[in-house]
């Protein structure tokens, strides 16, 4: 695990945003895994700003809430559409988000691995991470070789996520989301957090032991996976000065 300890969020973000531009400019077909939340925000309008080529890129969502249409202002494909996709030149046919709305979810789940593996695997997922140590909506206790599946969210990731819809008692309570196994098997998995309220997850899920209780956790199992901190989420690292060390003493042969 790399961890990336930057002073703000817009610089733990440009320098995700140069690794995503990297592969796509190697890649133009790559398969990038998606999330959404607060958190990618400011690096999907780097991203867009930065003009790359999307045509051959094929995106799959990490999740999506059930029981709420694709139109809806608070889905994740209002979320993708209005952030990333309408301002890129990726293809409609290329773009998968779960579907919140499907009439039989679990054969849904089932399709979207296939479509998955079909694709060639996901080159590169961008993931957030909750105040509780979920990365897509894979929440406490969640096996940690789950594939895409109906998730239950908590009452603090509901708590969490009150504020996009006005209301605690308005956010849906079930969920699809890839699976932990899912995550796992992406070639590069690059988690951003930033602000102090997601400092004590970070601390677990880099330097804590691997369990389900924290299923960020799971990616110390990943080969390449990198975390993108600001200074807030970086806060409770023990070995926070070292992370730093690392970072800006890379020799040129390392740098991104
Ligand atoms: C969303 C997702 C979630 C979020 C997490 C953090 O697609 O997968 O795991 O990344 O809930 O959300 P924010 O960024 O809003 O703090």
Redesign the pocket.
Known sequence: MEIIIQPTPEAATSIAAKLIAKLLREKPNAVLG???????VALYRELVALKLDWSKVTTF???EYIGISPQHPQS?HSFMWENLFQHVNVAVKNVNIPDGMAKDVPASCELYEKKIKAAGGIDLQI?????DG????NEPTSSLVSRTRIKTLTQQ?IR??ARFFGSEEAVPHHVI?MGIGTIMEARQNLLLAFGDK?AAAIAEAAEGPVTAMNPASALQFHATAKFFLDAGAASKLKKADYYRWVYENKPVWQQF
């Open positions: 998606l999330a959404t939340g607060s958190t990618p969502n990490l999740d994740y993931l957030g991470i909750g105040t979920h990365i897509g909506f990731t969490d996520n989301t997601k």
